[in-house]
């Protein structure tokens, strides 16, 4: 070890950030020792102090290391730690941080109101921060954050969380890039205004009908989950967007422009329709469309799709590559006066691959009809794949509907398959 040339032991210690592995090469050699200042990231593992034996507590063995560092940039803490641990660690190296990871555990409202400051609070302390990433956060009250002038991603994941709270953290951070919030709890309405935010993934738990209004001119992706009321104006660079709700449904949607949008994905149980129609809408551009909405219906009464005419669905957005079409959707474009009134010219010019999941046997000559449809008119198409998914008949139509969808297959082999 001791032969090996200084620039080759820096750069083997600079791939090393695992603070037991750090600890256990501290005792190799003298020189290997010596370089320990110069490592640039360090990571406590959740199971970092499960054998502790040491009469130093874990706050202060992460200090330790931490001090002998001299220009620490990234921080991965997953083991538990005190307010007043994390307060000593970002005093000594708050400054050089870039990265900050952390593990907070889900506190209870109880724990959080003795702590002072709070671990939340003692994040300011690193104001160079260019990302941040928290897991298990209450942030109940707004924390007590100077601005974070190069943060640039933010990423909260399982967290109980307050509106006013929420917005103050994210008033701290004007040049996000990247947010993402996930698996967040409380959350009832919530505006999000930053001009260079390019990513967004949003996912609100609970019961379903939270608020979102968006004000980000370079939104480029942005999934939401969570949310019946949506209003995103500012969407000239938007290309991928998702919008889910699996506890609650979708009543509003209100989006500017989506004329640079390539791909669109809408899933949930109940959607109101004049949402599903508005969307279906502004996206006449979209290459990649994915729909998976169970009913539509406003309020509490289920209802299914109202009939979609098939080619007024194609002519209207003729750069779909990609189609993805679950139960509802499908049925809806297979009603009876949907091919009525194909002229002989009518082609679906770009469309490359289907996948349609049928659920049900009803209708099922009309539903073989748009498929042979979408295969006749399809003049590129590649791959279609057929699911059958949870087909709940006792009738011998289901089977019969089976058999001919095995005939189609067979016929045309080389496209068409079943899972």
């Not at 002998?68 to 005093?91: D, K, R, T």
């Not at 004000?215 to 889910?244: A, D, H, M, Y």
């Amino acid at each position: 070890m001791d032969s090996l040339p200084g620039a080759i032991v820096h750069y083997i210690l600079s791939h090393m950030n695992n603070a037991r592995d750090v600890a256990t090469f501290n005792c190799v050699s003298k020189r290997w020792k010596d370089s320990i200042p110069y490592l640039r990231s360090l990571y406590f593992p959740r199971n970092s102090f499960d054998n502790h034996t040491s009469s130093d507590s874990p706050d202060t063995i992460v200090w330790k290391m931490i001090s002998s560092i001299v220009c620490l940039e990234e921080l991965v803490v997953y083991s538990p730690f005190s307010s007043a641990g994390l307060a000593s660690w970002l005093s000594l190296a708050g400054s050089t941080l870039k990265h900050l990871e952390l593990r907070m555990d889900n506190l209870s409202e109880y724990q959080h109101s003795l702590e002072r400051p709070s671990k939340l609070d003692c994040i300011s302390s690193a104001k160079n921060l260019e990302s941040l990433k928290l897991w298990g956060v209450l942030m109940i009250n707004s924390p007590s954050w100077d601005v974070f002038h190069k943060l640039q991603n933010l990423e909260i994941v399982g967290a109980r969380l307050k509106d006013p709270a929420l917005s103050t953290a994210l008033g701290a951070c004007p040049n996000l890039t990247n947010l993402l919030l996930l698996g967040c709890e409380g959350v009832t309405s919530v505006s999000i205004e930053l001009p260079l935010l390019e990513r967004c993934k949003l996912d609100f738990y609970g019961s379903g009908n939270s608020s979102l209004s968006l004000s980000c001119p370079k939104i480029e992706f942005l999934e939401i989950q969570g949310c019946s009321w949506i209003r995103v104006q500012e969407t000239e660079c938007l290309r991928n967007l998702s919008i889910s709700n699996n506890a609650g449904r979708v009543y509003m949607v209100d989006f500017g422009k989506l004329d640079a949008l390539e791909s669109l994905t809408m899933r949930g149980v109940q959607w109101c329709w004049d949402a599903i129609s508005k969307m279906l809408q502004w996206a006449s551009e979209v290459k990649h469309l994915y729909m998976k909405v169970e009913f539509t219906g406003d309020f509490d009464t289920l209802q299914p799709f109202p009939e979609v005419d098939f080619v007024d669905f194609f002519n209207t957005h003729p750069k779909l590559q990609k189609f993805d079409i679950h139960g509802a959707m499908f049925a809806a474009l297979c009603q009876r006066n949907s091919l009525k009134n194909v002229e002989s010219g009518f082609v679906i010019p770009c469309l490359e691959e289907v996948v349609v999941t049928v659920r049900s046997p009803l209708n099922a000559e009309q539903k073989m009809s748009t498929l042979e449809s979408l295969l006749k008119y399809g003049k590129n198409l590649k791959a279609m794949v057929i699911r059958i998914l949870q087909m709940k008949s006792s009738h011998s139509s289901s089977d019969d509907f089976f058999d001919e969808i095995c005939r189609f297959r067979c016929i045309n082999r080389k496209i068409v398959r079943i899972q």
